[in-house]
């Protein structure tokens, strides 16, 4: 009884592979997407408008299968191993890390599998290809403005707050921000890593409004942080600090129009998005492609609405509807 | 210092004639002293009986030996030299080994592994171990000692007396000059007794010295060339086991003449009160069936392993069975789990009190008082005044000795622990009290007390049934015997048919008659 | 310090071992506080101290659930998940209900909260069921449910930020009098609930025999599996509650946040005595245990110290507590 029950069972399975791949054979081109972290709001975006786009221009050139890093390089490495070994044609990935995911990409460009790196790039001597902004330019954005308004000149009292130290975005925008307030004679009174988490930077900054109530500007590294930044000058009463950061997230462009936040930076999203699935269509047809530095822009009460039209899907109502909360 | 029979302690001889000699010892714990300026000393190739009641410091004293503790006052002197002892390894390095009460065993272990914890041997390669050269001695030597294990068992499942066997043999491949025992009989069987004193005769001969912890008197003379007698902290005599005798020591322990061992039982024994009625548990128990009159004591007699435990346990309904049913007072009583039996009028103190009875890092309080929240008190609140009260009552009526009812019970002796388990229970007043190896590991002195309890329960209209495995103790304490053997009934002694041989008879599986 | 020994009259040589086993873990919060007070001028001001509390709020009101799942002998490591989750569902809830049916805040907010406390109970209730009945060990089964927790928060919002919630934020950022934070009420409340639970009721008695000793507290008529079930409904209470406090404290509901919450709690639980072994622990030490760890922090980010300093010296205190801990209890091994 056993032995008759293991021979369906490997006749099964020894069928079912076959089918698989002669399935398989006749199938589009796969490609696959890895977001750097479901529960980024920004990279989670990206996978959005790039997987609203693909629908759109390329679902009859290839099919796309997407997985969550989950923040994690490690995990992130597994995934490009999993994917090269399953042959897919083209991995896009988000980067987490410049340096990590070498040896892997190597090995999967080795194997014949194309790599698109988006929202960043890695050191691995142009075996993939990048659509990337400069973080430091994100940075300096902000203080450039900053100092144009003349809301940060010599001896402005400001504070820093960085992302996860030693990732590429975080390490990257905190050196515009320090160059350049340093350069201006700024007085950067504290500078700490709230991991770009709300709910991490909101004590930090409740406890700052204590020990250093002369704080007149905060530079966040992203829209997170900075939300909790605001929330705690709200429970604090203190309506006056300028708040500056990066990303121009859904939440970020609402607190930007409510004039909460001073300014925001906005990466190239679509660029980042549409950029990512138009390489994987041209490697996948045999061209080549040219990796691309996108810029970044200052997004200020003007500019605002429009991102909120084409980024985040806001009708002109819903625009409005804002203010008035 | 004065021993108890009004003669001045005898000088100690020259440390020469000493393989240990204790000077002056004293042991302070806070808040305790567990020993107080002891002076004697142990030759060598002896085996060196200490007897006292529990508190009386003879663990206490096997730990500074073993250098588990250090002593607060005076000095040790091993083979005439000062011992300072960093720790138990240094004392393994020494020569001086133990067999500890509370066996120290990981479960998961072969007995390979346990055999040479501690000690392995290395092969051509370290750090790996050569496994088959450490078999091969194993193997030999086991044969050689007249063991049979297979070395890959592992240690839990072993019974507790082929524990104790690996671990006196482990103590022998460490070439030990000095093995302590603390009471290593207390779970073995009649044959695995004796083949223990075979092997302490065979240290003996070797020129071993053996130092022995024992609450049995009758081993105690079997076993012992000397015998020292502690009480409270202090040395009272040490004597030639042959110029001494059971009372003798009897006496000395206690600090007073014991007349009796068994105290007398003045109550009268009335109607059947409680019937068991044809419980069965496949595999275990077959058609248990037997009556319990008020105030009596029925002893319940048997080889280890015939399932007497087991047969309580299903009446507490705390094991399964498949059939049977339990009356009180001509009732049938419907017993679905441990709280039925309790609020009717049931309890049970277990055989293994650390491990069912007691909970130990809680304190005498909190245990005694667990089952009076809902059985006594009957509500979700506690009631803290009372539940005080009635600790205090029960501490007193059993003369617990803690320093507070707050202290944490593992920190008392064995005595003090049956007597708190014997407080939960007496607490809620039960009319049925079954007792699984009531004195197990208790002194003379608290089983005087435990046996004068259990009379006064009977007093109380109370009915008993006295699980044991001490035939003396069964046949002094009972009124009738029931035996089982081999998890069946197999008969039912009316006191005047009780006698040692007719017991055992009907234990091994013999006919009654 | 002194002064004790003095004041009883020179009986005795003042003992550490009595002091500490009496005042306990207040002795290293005392001097903590004076510490950081000589660290920073603003330290003992009433908005620092008011934010330490209402910062320590949340860790605070799931470490008092965890003090009881921890004296069992169990654990939870999915607190932070599940306060993820319950919190957006609470947020999302109230603002379906606001802005649909157009309920008044009062009602609405009671209602969203009640949803909140129903779904963790829910959750809660598989996990305590499966430990109980199968035995399986308390670690891996609510790892599994922080793990799928996690995810239903994502698929719930979206992943996806709940926004513009509306009043229930009141709930994390409103002050009782206008004075105290309503976080620190709900703390305080809590607090004082699980304490006369722990020390005035039948179940915490039996909460510290099970973990003791499971086997003797069945042969006293314990029933273990319903009482373990009782704790982690309860657990399930604080863990809600604290959700919601959480997400209405950041103003919106995001199902990416509260990660690692559990191990603060279990920490502050350690610290202020627990033992994981089981059968130990007290409310009262959970407390200072977790005032202890938001000192630390808050006193670290008004000094102007880098974080990572901080996980360094939270790992030294912990093992200095527990260390004193065993020492002063004389040589307990329970860990």
């Known amino acids: ?325 | 210092m004065e021993a108890y029979n009004g003669q001045a302690a005898p000088p100690y001889a020259p440390a020469s004639d000493y393989i240990l000699a204790f000077q002056h010892i004293s042991k302070d714990f806070p808040g305790v002293h567990a020993l107080s300026d002891v002076n004697f000393g142990i030759r060598p190739g002896c085996v060196h009986v200490l007897a006292g009641e529990n508190g009386a410091g003879k663990s206490t004293l096997l730990k500074v030996i073993n250098g588990l503790y250090k002593p607060t006052e005076g000095q040790v002197l091993y083979a005439g030299q000062p011992l300072h002892l960093s720790g138990t390894a240094d004392a393994l390095r020494h020569g001086i080994s133990m067999i500890y009460q509370e066996l120290n065993i990981i479960p998961e272990m072969t007995v390979l592994e346990n055999l040479y914890l501690g000690h392995e041997t290395p092969s051509k390669v370290p750090p790996f171990l050569s496994r088959k050269s450490m078999a091969r001695t194993a193997r030999a030597f086991l044969a050689q000692q007249g063991l049979d294990f297979d070395l890959n068992r592992k240690m839990k499942d072993l019974s507790i007396a082929q524990a104790q066997m690996l671990e006196i043999v482990k103590a022998i491949t460490v070439n030990a000059r000095i093995i302590l025992m603390d009471e290593p009989t207390s779970s073995l069987t009649e044959a695995e007794v004796d083949f223990l004193f075979k092997k302490i005769f065979e240290l003996r001969a070797s020129g071993i010295t053996v130092i022995y912890i024992s609450h049995k008197m009758d081993e105690i003379f079997t076993v012992a060339d000397y015998i020292t007698v502690l009480r409270d902290g202090q040395h009272i005599n040490t004597l030639p086991a042959k110029d001494t005798s059971i009372p003798h020591v009897i006496e000395m322990m206690v600090g007073r003449k014991m007349t009796e061992v068994y105290p007398p039982k003045q109550c009268e024994v009335g109607d059947v009160v409680f019937k068991v009625d044809n419980f069965s548990r496949r595999g275990v128990f077959h058609d248990i069936s037997f009556e319990l009159h008020k105030g009596e004591v029925l002893g319940v007699s048997g080889l280890i392993g015939a399932g007497r435990s087991e047969i309580a346990r299903a009446i507490m309904a705390m094991d399964p069975k498949d059939c049977g049913d339990v009356y009180l007072d001509g009732k049938k009583l419907r017993i679905r789990d441990v709280n039925d039996a309790i609020s009717q009028g049931i309890a049970l103190i277990p055989e293994d009190r650390r491990r069912q009875g007691l909970t130990l890092i809680l304190s005498v309080s909190q245990n005694i008082g667990l089952v009076s929240y809902k059985h006594i008190f009957h509500s979700k609140w506690i009631k803290h005044k009372e539940v005080k009260r009635l600790v205090e009552r029960m501490c007193r009526s059993l003369s617990i000795k803690a320093p507070s009812a707050d202290t944490r019970v593992e920190k008392l002796s064995g005595g003090n622990q049956q007597k708190t388990v014997l407080g939960k229970w007496l607490s809620i007043q039960p009319r049925i009290l079954i007792l699984d190896e009531p004195t197990r590991g208790i002194d003379v002195g608290t089983k005087y007390e435990i046996y004068k309890l259990i009379h006064e329960m009977c007093n109380k209209g109370v009915s008993i049934l006295l699980i044991d495995s001490d035939l003396e103790e069964l046949m002094g304490m009972s009124d009738r015997v029931l035996v089982i053997s081999r998890g069946t009934v197999a008969g039912v002694l009316a006191k005047p048919e009780i006698n040692a041989t007719r017991i055992m008879h009907l234990a091994v599986g013999g006919t009654g008659a | 310090m002194n002064t004790q020994g003095l004041a009883q009259g020179n009986r005795e040589r003042f003992s550490f071992v009595k002091f500490y086993n009496k005042v306990g873990i207040f002795f290293i919060l005392i001097i903590l506080v004076v510490i950081c007070s000589m660290l920073s001028p603003v330290f003992l001001s009433k908005a620092n101290l008011m934010n330490l509390l209402t910062q320590t709020a949340v860790v605070s009101i799931i470490a008092c659930g965890i003090t009881l799942l921890v004296i069992t002998g169990n654990t939870d490591l999915s607190a932070g998940s599940m306060v993820a989750f319950v919190g957006c569902v609470v947020l999302g809830t109230y603002k379906s209900l606001s802005e649909s049916t157009g309920l008044a805040s009062l009602p609405a907010g009671l209602l969203a909260v009640g949803a909140g406390i129903l779904l963790s109970i829910a959750l809660y209730s598989v996990a305590s069921f499966i430990i109980t009945r199968y035995r399986a060990p308390a670690f891996i089964v609510t790892l599994a449910i922080s793990t799928s927790a996690r995810g239903l928060a994502l698929m719930y919002t979206n992943a996806k930020v709940i926004k513009s919630v509306g009043k229930i934020v009141n709930l994390g950022q409103g002050k009782l009098f206008g004075e105290i934070p309503f976080p620190v009420v709900f703390m305080v409340l809590i607090a004082v609930v699980t304490w006369v639970l722990l020390t005035q009721t039948r179940m915490g008695r039996y909460l510290y025999a099970i973990g003791g000793n499971p086997e003797s507290a069945k042969a006293a008529g314990i029933n273990t599996n319903r009482t373990i079930v009782l704790a982690y409904l309860f657990h399930a209470v604080c863990v809600a509650i604290a959700g919601a406090l959480f997400m209405s404290r950041l103003n919106s509901g995001q199902p990416a946040e509260a990660v690692g919450l559990e191990f603060d709690a279990i920490t502050a639980a350690i610290i202020g005595g627990a033992s994981l072994a089981g059968g130990i622990g007290t409310i009262t030490g959970t407390i200072v245990g977790s005032l202890i760890i938001g000192m630390i922090s808050n006193i670290l980010t008004l000094t102007h110290v880098q974080s990572y300093y901080q996980q360094i010296i939270t790992g030294l205190v912990i093992v200095f507590a527990v260390v004193v801990d065993i020492k002063t209890k004389g040589g307990s091994k329970r860990f």
């Open chain 1, 1 to 325: 009884m056993k032995k008759v029950l293991a021979l369906v069972l490997v006749t099964m399975l020894a069928f079912s592979m076959i089918s698989v791949s002669a399935v398989a054979e006749t199938a589009l081109p796969r490609v696959a997407f890895i977001c750097k972290g479901y529960s980024d709001t920004y990279c989670y975006l990206v996978m959005q408008i790039f997987l609203d786009y693909y629908e759109k221009t390329y679902k009859d050139v290839y099919t796309v299968d997407t997985f969550d890093g989950e923040f994690d390089s490690d995990k992130i490495n597994t995934l490009i191993e999993t994917c090269t070994a399953d042959k897919y044609d083209a991995i896009i990935m988000q980067q987490n890390d410049p340096d990590t995911p070498v040896p892997y990409v190597k090995a999967a460009v080795a194997a014949g599998t194309q790599v698109i790196i988006t929202v960043g790039s890695i050191n691995d001597d142009g075996e993939s290809f990048y659509l990337d902004a400069d973080p430091v330019q994100q940075g300096a954005l902000l203080v450039e403005y900053a100092i144009q308004q003349g809301l940060v000149k010599t001896g402005t009292k400001c504070v820093v707050l960085r992302g996860l130290d030693g990732t590429f975005h975080s390490e990257g925008r905190t050196e515009g921000f320090v160059t350049l307030l340093t350069e201006v004679g700024a007085d950067i009174v504290a500078n700490q890593t709230a991991e770009w988490s709300t709910s991490k930077a909101m004590p930090i900054v409740e406890s700052w409004l204590i020990s250093n109530p002369e704080i007149e500007c905060i530079f966040a590294c992203n829209d997170d942080m900075a939300l909790g930044a605001l929330q705690a000058m709200q429970l604090a009463g203190r309506n006056d600090i300028k708040v500056f950061s990066v990303d121009a997230n859904e939440l970020g462009c609402i607190a930007l129009k409510n004039g909460q936040l001073t300014a925001t930076v906005a990466q190239d999203t679509f660029g980042y998005a549409n950029g990512a699935a138009d390489f994987a269509a041209a490697l996948i047809k045999g061209e080549t492609v040219e990796s691309k530095r996108l810029d970044s822009k200052l997004i200020l009460l003007d500019q605002v609405d429009d991102v909120m039209r084409t980024v985040h899907g806001y009708t002109d109502e819903e625009i409005a509807k804002v203010v008035e909360q």
